[in-house]
């Protein structure tokens, strides 16, 4: 994340435990989307008109900024499941964040497969230099493009092996071609 993760307490105490785990489940989102730029959370106590029986129920809004949207977890309050249990509540609302950042990845590889510019393509790894973060793929022409670690999707640049097959997206980088985004291309089952 480019920016660090902000949290806001709304009528509660700030907790170490508590920031931790909103930090740790934050960071655990970039594995479904790496472009993520920036991450507020703000964590509301219950309300004396939300009171049910004996204690309350805390809400948990995110805010995640991607380029280009804004995604938010928590929009309404109406609508917001809420919890008796802080933690039970901060889980529920990165499970949904999750849930919509792998939508907006989705939506993000469509409208770059869509918009005719750029289409996916298939190449090997040549080279890899795990240390570094970086390494070169090789295109059926011949081509070699580089590549770094931010650059493969879903957190797979420790699974990638040379010779492995993926599917990348290229671009002009400042020294030469490089690679915007690596998949590991998925083998297609053959029924006989």
Do not use: W
């Not at 509660?12 to 507020?40: H, M, N, P, W």
């Not at 380029?67 to 008796?84: I, Q």
């Amino acid at each position: 994340m480019e920016i660090p993760v902000k949290i806001a307490y709304r009528g509660l105490d700030s907790s170490a435990t508590v920031s931790e785990l909103v930090r740790k489940r934050a960071g655990r989102l970039e594995r479904y989307f790496q472009r993520i730029t920036g991450c507020s959370v703000t964590l509301h106590a219950p309300g004396p008109h939300h009171r049910r029986g004996k204690g309350g129920h805390y809400r948990v809004r995110i805010e995640l900024s991607v380029p280009g949207e804004k995604l938010v977890v928590g929009r309404d309050p109406a609508k917001t499941r809420s919890h008796e249990d802080l933690y039970a509540a901060v889980n529920a609302a990165f499970r949904e964040a999750r849930r919509q950042l792998e939508d907006h990845a989705r939506r993000f590889d469509h409208r770059v497969r869509a918009s005719g510019r750029v289409a996916p393509s298939r190449a090997t790894v040549a080279r890899l230099f795990p240390v570094d973060g970086y390494g070169f793929l090789q295109t059926p022409d011949g081509r070699e493009i580089y590549f770094d670690e931010r650059s493969v999707l879903r957190d797979a640049f420790k699974r990638l092996e040379v010779g492995g097959e993926v599917r990348y997206v290229e671009e002009m980088g400042e020294k030469g071609p490089q690679a915007s985004s690596v998949a590991v291309a998925r083998h297609e089952r053959r029924h006989g």
